[in-house]
């Protein structure tokens, strides 16, 4: 979790946002590390334990989708490059996704061996 901190003071350095955006951080970061383990036991409790894998995939991707397109309008500042960005941002995040899926059913497809 100190990764993401020192990111949210360096990508905030100076500005009066800082305090929100920290205040932002540790709120949901709390609320993660309350919620994560009931909702957990929860989907054990109910489902197989692959479910947890599936709900923290699809957390993880709608967070990856969700952050990329700014981190890169930000990195790049010129609009068309940035466009062009956000176009190449969704394929490569589709192809993702669909490899991340393939390979997840390949294993747990594959036979077992003694």
């Known amino acids: 979790m100190g990764v993401e901190?020192?990111?949210?003071?360096?990508?905030?350095?100076?500005?009066?946002?800082?305090?929100?955006?920290?205040?932002?951080?540790?709120g949901i970061s709390g609320v993660?590390?309350?919620?994560g383990p009931v909702i957990g036991g929860i989907l054990l409790q109910q489902f197989a334990w692959d479910s947890v894998f599936w709900v923290c995939a699809v957390i993880g991707m709608l967070a990856i989708s969700g952050s990329l397109p700014?981190?890169?309008?930000?990195?790049?500042?010129?609009?068309?490059?940035?466009a062009f960005m956000d176009g190449l941002h969704s394929i490569c995040l589709a192809a993702m996704t669909i490899a991340l899926i393939a390979a997840?059913?390949?294993?747990?497809?594959?036979?077992?061996?003694?």
């Open 70 to 82: 700014g981190t890169l309008r930000r990195l790049l500042d010129d609009s068309v490059a940035s």
């Open 5 to 26: 901190l020192s990111s949210i003071i360096g990508l905030f350095d100076g500005s009066p946002m800082r305090g929100l955006a920290v205040g932002l951080w540790a």
């Open 32 to 35: 993660g590390i309350v919620l």
């Open 104 to 114: 997840v059913v390949a294993i747990v497809a594959m036979p077992k061996r003694r």
